[in-house]
C-alpha cells in the first residue's frame, strides 16, 4: 500500500487492521512455501512462454482458447529439461494441479467449480506468482474473507487449490462486480477525472466520492451521504448488486 493509497483510504473515512504489509518485504515466506511444495514433489520446472501457451491452446487439439495451461513441460525427461536449460531460457515453477476440479460457494456469485490447470507459483525471473503471494498473505494475517473485483474469480480455484497443499487454512470468497467506464470496460485513468484527486480538482470531496460509492452498490439513496459508521451499520452483503456499474462523467 503507498503513501498515496493510505491517504486516500483516510480522505474517505476508512482505516485498515495492523500495519501495513509489504510483499516486498516478505520474499523469506515465499520461498519457504514454495521450498514445501517443491519438497512434496508438487512443482516442475517450466520452459514455455505465454506465445506457446496461447498457440499451443487454440490447436486443433488445444484444450481451450485461453491460457490454461497444457501441461507441455510436466512430463519433461531430464534430458529434455537439459537442453531446454543449455538454450539459456530460465524456467518458471508450475504446481502440479493433477487437474484438480475445486468448488466453493461464493457470497455474491453462489456455487462454482472449475478445473484447475498446473498454475505458476514462482516466474521465470524468480520473483514469486501472484497466487501463490496472496494465499501466503492471508494465511499470514489471520484473514477469514476475502472480498475483490469478480475479474478475479477465476483465481479462486488456483488458491484454494494451494491453500490446501500447503496445508494453511483456506478462507470465504466474495467477488462484486466491478465499476466500468461508459464504454463497457473496466473504469481507470482513460475514463477521464476518476482519482479522488481529479474530484477535488472538480470541486468535489471525499463525502460525495463515497456517497457515490454507497449508492452504487445498493448501500444508500440518491443524494444520501452516509458516514462510514452508518455504512457498516446498514451492510448486508445480499444488498450487493449482481451486475457491473457503470460511472459515467
Wanted: glycine fraction near 8%; hydrophobic fraction near 40%; charged fraction near 25%.
Amino acid at each position: 500500500m503507498t503513501s498515496i493509497d493510505r491517504n486516500g483510504i483516510r480522505a474517505l473515512g476508512l482505516d485498515w487492521d495492523g500495519p501495513v504489509v509489504r510483499q516486498s518485504e516478505r520474499m523469506g515466506l515465499y520461498e519457504e512455501a514454495i521450498a514445501s511444495l517443491e519438497a512434496g514433489g508438487l512443482l516442475y520446472p517450466c520452459y514455455c512462454t505465454r506465445a506457446e501457451i496461447r498457440a499451443a491452446a487454440s490447436a486443433p487439439h488445444g484444450i481451450a482458447a485461453s491460457e490454461s495451461y497444457p501441461g507441455t513441460c510436466r512430463e519433461l525427461t531430464a534430458a529434455q529439461r537439459a537442453w531446454r536449460e543449455a538454450s539459456g531460457r530460465p524456467p518458471a515453477l508450475r504446481v502440479r494441479s493433477d487437474d484438480a476440479r475445486v468448488a466453493f460457494e461464493d457470497r455474491i456469485l453462489g456455487r462454482r467449480e472449475e478445473e484447475v490447470d498446473d498454475f505458476v507459483v514462482r516466474r521465470n525471473d524468480g520473483t514469486p506468482a501472484y497466487q501463490l503471494a496472496v494465499v501466503v498473505d492471508d494465511a499470514a494475517q489471520g484473514i477469514g474473507e476475502v472480498v475483490r473485483g469478480a475479474d478475479l474469480a477465476d483465481s479462486t480455484p488456483r488458491q484454494i487449490l494451494l491453500a490446501r497443499l500447503l496445508g494453511l487454512p483456506e478462507v470465504r470468497y466474495t467477488h462484486v462486480p466491478l465499476v466500468l467506464g461508459p464504454d463497457g470496460r473496466r473504469l481507470a485513468k482513460r475514463h477521464g477525472a476518476v482519482t479522488l484527486s481529479d474530484r477535488a480538482a472538480l470541486g468535489e470531496g471525499p463525502e460525495q466520492a463515497r456517497a457515490w460509492m454507497a449508492y452504487s452498490v445498493g448501500l444508500a439513496s440518491a443524494g444520501e451521504t452516509p458516514s462510514p459508521d452508518d455504512l457498516i451499520a446498514h451492510f448486508d452483503p445480499q444488498r450487493l448488486p449482481r451486475e457491473p456499474t457503470v460511472w459515467s462523467p
